[in-house]
């Protein structure tokens, strides 16, 4: 096969694991997916390999990534390329390991390589989770499998372990179609233990909460924002008052005894543009909100938004007498989302970059917050892709985790699906 069908080939390869994700979620395409480009770069000189790889990679990203192109092509294809040249590093680990050398112990390759090769998948999607600024976890193989037998599996092997069972049966499906001819018993034989793994991590006990745990009464407010895409939030008081008419409406249900009074009410990220601290009117309303209904509010704000001074993304816990106090500032800031990298060099030669004025400067503890009769881990919006950040609320004693988000500039778009299916399984990784 010929160097342009096989790039062809990886390319498809790549675009059918793009689908694997939501929307579409054809999660079963993955193996197949992994598969063929392991048969691919089998054995092959190491710059094909890393050639094919980045093709099936840069493919990979442009399917699950056109959400991005609200911000803009230039958004969407140069991170679909960078994000996808990692992924040479999978072909080129194949090339390697499966190198044969006649006359040596490696005439069909390292021993064991399909193991090797999907250690490899995890190694990439590390690295892809820290560099550059911070790197951009998105596409992890571990993010496509909800809703299917192999979920429970993340509250034993986490999202890297589940990684590496999804790209292992992928490898062990190629392995055995390599050896289906020479040795028909061990290639049916490997394909058995992968199916019998399957099998396996479908009848695992899971449990999020057992009977004996505490339960609390959340109430989660959608006040909605008027417009969509970058505009969204151009009216913020629009927004705030949105949030505040909503949680009247709540607390008007709740006095009528239609509704449960809540432990907790939930607002979204940036549910106040209007920084509560130094505007009395956003203050005041707020405050009034959680009065009306009786119980701790936890809402997302902007506060400071200085040019001189960068803004923190803050959830803040209102007290049920309609006081602010104990908060949680975003730690981890989305690069040309929140903050601009490289700002003296960039800013100059990318208009659109006059967007973001200002930096977000970063919290610096886990977002552990006591809210009523519990304590709310909270992640703010992007922030749920990140394992680190997840494991830190819940070793600092979260009983439950929030995740709110704002994600009024992706309405419509397939961003929405994808990192929602992120905050289910993280329900798995954490119980």
């Known amino acids: ?74 958004a969407w294809l140069p991170l679909s390329v960078a994000e996808g040249l990692c992924y040479g590093l999978v072909g080129l680990a194949v090339g390697v390991l499966t190198h044969a050398e006649p006359g040596t112990r490696r005439r069909h390759g390292v021993p064991g390589w399909p193991v090797w090769v999907a250690c490899t998948w995890v190694l990439v999607e590390a690295l892809r989770g820290a ?48 050896r289906v001819r020479r040795a028909p018993v061990r290639a049916v034989a490997g394909l058995a233990g992968s199916a019998v793994l399957a099998c396996a991590a479908a009848v695992v006990p899971w449990h999020a909460t057992r009977p004996g745990d505490p339960r609390v009464t959340l109430a989660a407010v959608q006040g909605n924002v008027p ?5 969204a939030f151009a009216e913020r008081r629009a927004v705030l008052d949105n949030h505040v008419a909503a949680t009247q409406r709540l607390a008007g249900r709740v006095a009528a005894g239609t509704a449960p009074r809540p432990d907790l009410v939930v607002w979204p990220e940036n549910s106040s543009d209007i920084d509560p601290y130094t505007d009395l009117a956003a203050r005041t309303a707020i405050g009034d909100a959680a009065v009306a209904v009786g119980a701790p509010l936890l809402m997302g704000a902007v506060v400071g938004d200085r040019p001189d001074g960068g803004w923190r993304n803050r959830a803040i816990v209102w007290s049920a007498s309609g006081r602010p106090g104990a908060f949680y500032d975003k730690t981890h800031p989305v690069p040309f989302g929140e903050y601009v990298p490289l700002r003296s060099l960039l800013a100059p030669r990318i208009g659109a970059l006059d967007e ?37 609320v819940v070793r600092g004693g979260a009983d439950l985790v929030v995740v709110p988000t704002n994600n009024a500039t992706y ?16 329900a798995f990784v954490t119980g």
Do not use: K
Not at 154 to 178: C, E, I, P, R, S
Not at 411 to 426: G, N
């Open 131 to 178: 560099v550059p600024f911070g790197g951009f976890p998105w596409g992890r193989l571990s993010f496509a499998v909800e809703d299917t037998p192999v979920a429970p599996m993340l509250a034993y092997a986490g999202t890297a372990g589940v990684t590496f069972l999804v790209a292992l049966t992928g490898t062990t499906l190629a392995w055995a179609l390599l």
């Open 356 to 392: 973001i004025p200002s930096d977000m400067v970063p919290g610096r503890r886990p977002g552990v917050l006591r809210v009523g009769p519990a304590r709310a881990g909270v992640l703010m919006c992007f922030e749920v892709a990140y394992d680190g950040l997840v494991r830190a």
């Open 227 to 231: 417009g969509e895409g970058l505009e």
């Open 1 to 74: 096969m010929g160097l342009l069908v096989r790039s062809v080939v990886a390319g498809l390869a790549g675009a059918a694991a793009g689908l694997a994700f939501e929307p579409a979620h054809w999660v079963y395409v993955l193996p197949l997916a992994v598969a063929a480009l392991t048969l691919l770069c089998l054995g092959g000189r190491a710059r094909v390999g890393l050639w094919l790889g980045a093709v099936f990679g840069t493919a990979f990203m442009a399917v699950l990534l056109p959400w991005l192109q609200v911000i803009g092509v230039y």
């Open 411 to 426: 309405t419509v778009t397939h961003q929405v699906e994808q990192q929602f299916a992120m905050s289910r399984l993280r």
